[in-house]
């Protein structure tokens, strides 16, 4: 892969995200030669420090939380001569100047192809004023010179996300932003297009005359942590619906790209959230369900309840838990459901989709030789368990004629034998060579928040009386399971 000279200039450059996520993943670019001979990663922060104290923070980041563990010293070094750290106070701009200086300096030295790109991993309010900052320098270049990149959330409703949009595409074009959802830089997310796309056996399968329904659920154990500040202004539609969740449903139910092109397939994407169903009065009473988690166990150690998390409101109406029912009103998919859920302190940490097929259309066996008889489905883990397994009824071996469910498992563990790159270092090197499949255009953003609105708007405007109505450590609220039962379905989970 042949990358440009590049200078990475992260905003928010001391913060979690970097020393957890990004700065891993730029080391990780690095040891396996995906960065190009010229490159500079430049943090910023408000914070004054001097480059040794800042690499040092780095190499701290990368040996807790890389995937390939400690650093080697000695390539860390040479890894270590590539990261400056200048500081920026947004609510200063002409603090702005230093870091220009500082980006002109590499530019004369890496020659006229040098990209930039800028990282934007700091809270959302900052984004207008950092995208104005970079305007007023001047240093907004064009498609080939510079990138920026929003991480989520990205605007908290659709007109936030509009007014965002508008004021980034009144700086830099379309292709110039790159709106990350690292969901989509999962190894197993990647592989959903793969999977549908390369293969014949399922695509004549894939629609509403074989399908019965689909389930996404990306369940977590752990609560909200110290991340209370932030989560109880969003909770889980914002978190995680309106984003990764809505990307898993796209891929599973968007039409056939004509080919690989960024552009092409997130048309077809952003198609699948304009034939979503709008949510009615109706729909919001009997399609949607929200959850608070109460304390419980969890591994014989007592947590609390979300109303008692570091910086949540003690009488907080905000949703750690949501199940929704959503209908794609296509050609494709007209009447089939699409399940999904999401939640914190829950039982299992899984991000699992399962896709149910239609029964038989005539049972030739007896009653009674089936000792469980389950409809095909084919079940896409995405972690923590990463396979993908297509359950089918089969005869058990013996002299009668008994059937039971198997399955035919594609793990990864087991066919490939190598660790898989984190979703920020796909994500990242993307963004150096330009290339815009795997990020959210402004109108995907749009769509997907438009259609949660009228949920969103609901769940804030009316109180739940009755959070927090589930205990840490269990599958969530109990009207989650009746929103799925009532169809005469059960959630899919991972035993
Ligand atoms: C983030 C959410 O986008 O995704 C978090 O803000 C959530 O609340 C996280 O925990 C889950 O990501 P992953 O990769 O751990 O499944």
Redesign the pocket.
């Known amino acids: 892969i042949n990358v440009k000279p590049t200078i990475v200039v992260i905003f928010g450059g001391t913060g979690d995200l970097n020393m957890r996520k990004l700065a891993p993943a730029l080391y990780n670019l690095y040891s396996d030669h995906f960065m190009p001979q010229e490159f500079a990663i430049i943090g910023t922060s408000r914070k004054k420090l001097e480059d040794v104290k800042f690499r040092e923070m780095l190499k701290e980041g990368v040996n807790s939380f890389s995937r390939n563990g400690q650093v080697e010293d000695a390539k860390w070094d040479v890894f270590a001569e590539h990261v400056r750290y200048t500081p920026v106070d947004v609510s200063a701009p002409e603090t702005f100047a230093g870091l220009k200086e500082l980006i002109e300096q590499y530019k004369t030295d890496f020659g006229e192809q040098t990209q930039v790109l800028y990282y934007l991993a700091v809270a959302p309010d900052l984004f207008p004023l950092i995208a104005e900052c970079i305007s007023r320098y001047d240093l907004a270049g064009n498609e080939e010179t510079c990138r920026i990149v929003i991480e989520?959330p990205f605007g908290r409703d659709l007109e936030s996300a509009r007014a965002l949009n508008k004021l980034l595409t009144g700086i830099f074009t379309e292709k110039q932003i790159y709106r990350i959802d690292?969901y989509l830089g999962k190894e197993t997310v990647q592989n959903i297009m793969a999977f549908r796309f390369a293969n014949s056996l399922l695509e004549p399968l894939w629609n509403r005359t074989y399908i019965d329904h689909v389930q996404i659920s990306v369940t977590?154990q752990l609560g909200v942590g110290d991340r209370g500040g932030y989560y109880d202004g969003a909770g889980a539609l914002r978190?995680?619906i309106q984003n990764?969740i809505l990307q898993l449903l796209c891929l599973i139910g968007m039409e056939t790209p004509v080919n690989f092109d960024a552009d092409e397939i997130r048309n077809k994407k952003v198609d699948v959230l304009k034939a979503m169903r709008p949510f009615n009065a109706e729909a919001i009473r009997f399609a949607t369900v929200r959850g608070q988690y109460t304390k419980g166990w969890v591994e014989g150690k007592e947590v609390p309840g979300y109303r008692h998390e570091k910086d949540v409101d003690p009488e907080s109406n905000t949703e750690t838990f949501a199940a929704l029912k959503f209908f794609v009103d296509n050609w494709r998919w007209q009447g089939i459901p699409f399940y999904v859920r999401t939640g914190k302190r829950l039982f299992q940490t899984s991000?699992v989709i399962s896709i149910q097929f239609k029964d038989v259309p005539h049972h030739i066996f007896p009653s009674g030789v089936s000792e469980h008889w389950q409809q095909n489905r084919l079940i896409i883990s995405i972690?923590p368990e990463m396979s993908i397994r297509l359950q089918v009824q089969a005869k058990r071996p013996g002299l009668d004629m008994v059937l039971n469910p198997v399955d035919m498992v594609f793990d990864y563990k087991g066919t490939y034998n190598t660790s898989t790159p984190e979703a920020y270092e796909t994500l990242l090197l993307d963004v150096m060579t330009g290339d815009q499949t795997q990020f959210m255009r402004a109108d995907q953003v749009e769509s997907a928040w438009e259609l949660l609105m009228p949920v969103i708007n609901a769940w804030e405007n009316k109180k739940s009386l009755s959070f927090p109505n589930y205990t840490a450590d269990s599958w969530g609220p109990e009207d989650a399971e009746a929103l799925i039962a009532r169809d005469g379905f059960h959630w899919f989970t991972l035993p």
């Open positions: 989520k690292h977590e978190d995680m990764h991000s972690q």
